[in-house]
């Protein structure tokens, strides 16, 4: 019964530890008493402890569960608390800690991603790398080759290549000389421009003898072929007439201010002239003492520009051969505008096969057009 009393008292202890134990080392004195003394107590008694002992432990149970029901009864009571109202003191947020909360947890895939971007970049630049260096492999270093022994055979540049690029000299036919009477002479000379990307101003003379006569200045355009006029020059001899140009500028056309050359020749000299009619001395009675002669045509400007003054060269053939020249202007010379002309020409004239009228205007100029009153002079006012 004596064992039986301990077992209980140990038990007693595992389950609380604190004042219970005092009373627990009681019971087990009282017991040692009982044994101590060798007079075992009677029946009634030992009833009456075990009793007490079990007494006891329903209490300590009853109490641990009161208190568990008044620690959960506390805690319904509480009132909840928004963490979002939360402030921290040095400057931590809700949002920041969600933010480090999610990479946290999307690290490892943060992780692989990377890795897969590193895997990407590396196979194409590994990829290029090796498809580059394939290639020259296979043409790069044949063609390096053959370049190099193009340089190393090419031959310098020199003067016949510049002057393969340079203007060619301009080609003019020997002088015609038209007697006016009186020792005056009209001459004549063909020039061409063979050269199509330049246009040319010079000055010119003419010499006979050591005498020089004639002198003035020209222009012709690109591919133009022209009849260069000098009118009524006195000369005591009129042989060997040479032409001379002692002045020659070349102008390149340039593609930005000229990106068409033709174009631009044929709308600024798109000028028609035609109801030509020559009338000669001996058909008009009243002419026929005195040997003058009518020219007789109609001009037409069909650019859209106002020229200021329009030359124009006139010559008369008879086949082939120049019997008369002469100059005419028309001065205001408009858009759109026909005029009708009369030139008189002295002079006794066979039959005239063959009658060229042409306009001599540089049109590479911006002097050669009317301007407004009040316009810019800076700008062309014939271009609508």
């Known amino acids: 019964m004596i064992d039986l009393l301990k077992n209980k008292a140990q038990t007693k202890?595992?389950?609380?530890?604190?004042?219970?134990?005092?009373?627990?080392?009681?019971?087990?004195?009282?017991?040692?008493?009982?044994?101590?003394?060798?007079?075992?107590?009677?029946?009634?008694?030992?009833?009456?402890?075990?009793?007490?002992?079990?007494?006891?432990?329903?209490?300590?149970?009853?109490?641990?569960?009161?208190?568990?029901?008044?620690?959960?009864?506390?805690?319904?009571?509480?009132?909840?608390?928004?963490?979002?109202?939360?402030?921290?003191?040095?400057?931590?947020?809700?949002?920041?800690?969600?933010?480090?909360?999610?990479?946290?947890?999307?690290?490892?895939?943060?992780?692989?991603?990377?890795?897969?971007?590193?895997?990407?970049?590396?196979?194409?630049?590994?990829?290029?790398?090796?498809?580059?260096?394939?290639?020259?492999?296979?043409?790069?270093?044949?063609?390096?080759?053959?370049?190099?022994?193009?340089?190393?055979?090419?031959?310098?540049?020199?003067?016949?290549?510049?002057?393969?690029?340079?203007?060619?000299?301009?080609?003019?036919?020997?002088?015609?000389?038209?007697?006016?009477?009186?020792?005056?002479?009209?001459?004549?000379?063909?020039?061409?421009?063979?050269?199509?990307?330049?246009w040319a101003n010079f000055d010119y003379h003419f010499e006979a003898g050591n005498k020089i006569s004639g002198s003035g200045s020209g222009f012709i355009l690109p591919g133009e072929t022209k009849y260069l006029l000098v009118l009524n020059k006195e000369l005591m001899e009129a042989k060997g007439v040479v032409f001379r140009v002692s002045r020659l500028d070349w102008t390149r056309v340039d593609p930005h201010e000229f990106p068409d050359w033709e174009a631009y020749r044929d709308d600024h000299l798109d000028i028609d002239v035609n109801n030509i009619k020559f009338v000669t001395a001996q058909s008009t009675i009243l002419t026929e003492k005195l040997n003058l002669n009518d020219l007789l045509f109609s001009v037409t400007n069909n650019t859209p520009f106002n020229y200021r003054q329009l030359n124009m060269n006139i010559l008369l053939f008879n086949n082939g051969r120049i019997l008369g020249v002469s100059k005419y202007v028309l001065n205001n010379f408009m858009s759109g505008d026909a005029r009708n002309t009369s030139v008189t020409w002295p002079g006794l004239f066979p039959s005239v096969s063959n009658i060229v009228i042409v306009p001599d205007i540089d049109i590479t100029s911006d002097d050669i057009y009317v301007k407004f009153e009040g316009s810019d002079p800076a700008l062309r006012a014939a271009e609508l």
């Open 13 to 198: 202890r595992y389950i609380n530890t604190t004042g219970i134990e005092r009373e627990e080392r009681e019971e087990l004195s009282d017991a040692s008493g009982i044994q101590s003394f060798g007079h075992p107590r009677h029946g009634q008694d030992l009833e009456e402890a075990s009793a007490a002992i079990r007494e006891t432990l329903e209490e300590q149970a009853a109490s641990r569960n009161n208190n568990g029901n008044n620690d959960q009864e506390s805690g319904a009571g509480r009132k909840k608390i928004d963490i979002r109202q939360y402030k921290d003191p040095e400057g931590l947020t809700i949002e920041k800690m969600e933010i480090g909360l999610w990479l946290v947890k999307h690290r490892r895939h943060m992780i692989n991603v990377w890795r897969v971007f590193l895997i990407s970049v590396c196979v194409i630049t590994w990829g290029r790398f090796f498809y580059s260096f394939g290639h020259y492999t296979v043409l790069g270093m044949r063609q390096d080759k053959e370049t190099a022994l193009g340089v190393i055979n090419t031959s310098m540049v020199g003067h016949d290549y510049f002057t393969a690029r340079s203007p060619q000299d301009l080609i003019y036919k020997p002088v015609e000389i038209i007697s006016l009477g009186e020792g005056k002479y009209d001459f004549v000379v063909e020039l061409k421009n063979i050269n199509q990307r330049y």
